[in-house]
């Protein structure tokens, strides 16, 4: 019977001794398994940075021959992405539905070649500023405009793009030309090449881009009409948000990246806008 003691003894202290070993090592497994699956965790909690953008703007904001998007926005959106650690995944979105789907949160952000006015500051908020534009047009040859202060005359059509700057602009100063409003840019060209409009009212480098498509019937007036500036919008109350946009720009500005942004996407502007006179846009 001792010697049965014995054995039942050493046999509990040995599976008393492989329980308190277990034990042990869970204790000291258990913060790493749970370091594990907080990355994990983490990893997977980066949410997206939704980008809105209009898509039919070339080189701002278009659709590339591999069907995906592309374009000066673009490459800005993706770099900002990086900046903040975030993916990015952008919206095609018309732009008179920009800032409906910001207020909604449908998306995070507005990267969509967009001038930053008292009249949208009323709903959204904007970063700093990262490019500078003028307002030009884009006049039909036979419509005989030798500036922009040709534009309001009884008897003129001027067609501008719905929700642009443009639009409010001419609004505010043609009391006597007749104004037609149009949602494509192509359209509004079309109106002057067909000598239905008299002058298309846009930006610069559109202006300029599509008087080099249409030369036999357009004249191009780029002596600005108004100065812009463009900027990123957002919702007034993602001030975080808004701190890290502005401090990505700056550094993306001083890194050199809006001057490479110009040379991969607007060289031949540069060139043409230098060698007349006018300030390039970043």
């Given at each position: 019977?001792?010697?049965?003691?014995?054995?039942?003894?050493?046999?509990?202290?040995?599976?008393?001794?492989?329980?308190?070993?277990?034990?042990?090592?869970?204790?000291?497994?258990?913060?790493?398994?749970?370091?594990?699956?907080?990355?994990?965790?983490?990893?997977?909690?980066?949410?997206?940075?939704?980008?809105?953008?209009d898509?039919?703007?070339?080189?701002?904001?278009?659709?590339?021959?591999?069907?995906?998007?592309?374009?000066?926005?673009?490459?800005?959106?993706i770099?900002?992405?990086?900046?903040?650690?975030?993916?990015?995944?952008?919206?095609?979105?018309?732009?008179?539905?920009?800032?409906?789907?910001?207020?909604?949160?449908k998306?995070?952000?507005?990267?969509?070649?967009?001038?930053?006015?008292?009249?949208?500051?009323?709903?959204i908020?904007?970063?700093?500023?990262?490019?500078?534009?003028?307002?030009?047009?884009?006049?039909?040859?036979?419509?005989?405009?030798?500036?922009?202060?040709?534009?309001?005359?009884?008897?003129?059509?001027?067609?501008?793009?719905q929700?642009?700057?443009?639009?409010?602009?001419?609004?505010?100063?043609?009391?006597?030309?007749?104004?037609?409003?149009?949602?494509?840019?192509?359209?509004?060209?079309?109106?002057?090449?067909?000598?239905?409009?008299?002058?298309?009212?846009?930006?610069?480098?559109?202006?300029?881009?599509?008087?080099?498509?249409?030369?036999?019937?357009?004249?191009?007036?780029l002596?600005?009409?108004?100065?812009?500036?463009?900027?990123?919008?957002?919702?007034?109350?993602?001030?975080?948000?808004?701190?890290?946009?502005?401090?990505?720009?700056?550094?993306?500005?001083?890194?050199?990246?809006?001057?490479?942004?110009?040379?991969?996407?607007?060289?031949?502007?540069?060139?043409?806008?230098?060698?007349?006179?006018?300030?390039?846009?970043?």
């Open positions: 019977m001792a010697r049965r003691s014995e054995i039942r003894l050493k046999t509990e202290g040995r599976m008393r001794i492989a329980r308190i070993t277990a034990i042990l090592l869970v204790a000291l497994l258990l913060p790493l398994w749970l370091i594990g699956c907080g990355r994990q965790q983490n990893a997977s909690a980066v949410k997206p940075l939704v980008v809105g953008m898509l039919s703007y070339p080189p701002f904001e278009t659709i590339g021959a591999d069907g995906r998007p592309s374009g000066v926005s673009v490459d800005l959106a770099a900002l992405g990086e900046s903040l650690h975030r993916p990015v995944r952008i919206e095609n979105i018309p732009f008179t539905g920009l800032i409906p789907s910001l207020l909604t949160g998306i995070d952000l507005i990267v969509s070649s967009m001038t930053d006015t008292p009249e949208r500051r009323k709903s908020a904007f970063s700093d500023p990262y490019l500078s534009i003028g307002l030009a047009a884009l006049a039909g040859k036979r419509a005989a405009l030798a500036s922009s202060s040709d534009l309001d005359h009884p008897g003129r059509t001027i067609a501008v793009r929700g642009t700057t443009a639009q409010a602009w001419a609004s505010d100063h043609l009391k006597q030309a007749k104004l037609l409003v149009l949602d494509k840019e192509s359209s509004a060209v079309l109106e002057v090449i067909q000598g239905k409009a008299d002058a298309f009212l846009y930006d610069q480098m559109s202006v300029w881009k599509n008087q080099k498509e249409h030369p036999a019937e357009t004249v191009a007036l002596a600005p009409i108004q100065t812009e500036h463009w900027a990123i919008g957002l919702r007034p109350s993602d001030t975080a948000l808004r701190d890290g946009v502005n401090a990505f720009l700056k550094s993306f500005r001083d890194s050199g990246g809006f001057d490479r942004l110009g040379d991969k996407h607007l060289k031949e502007q540069k060139e043409a806008f230098a060698a007349a006179g006018i300030p390039f846009y970043f």
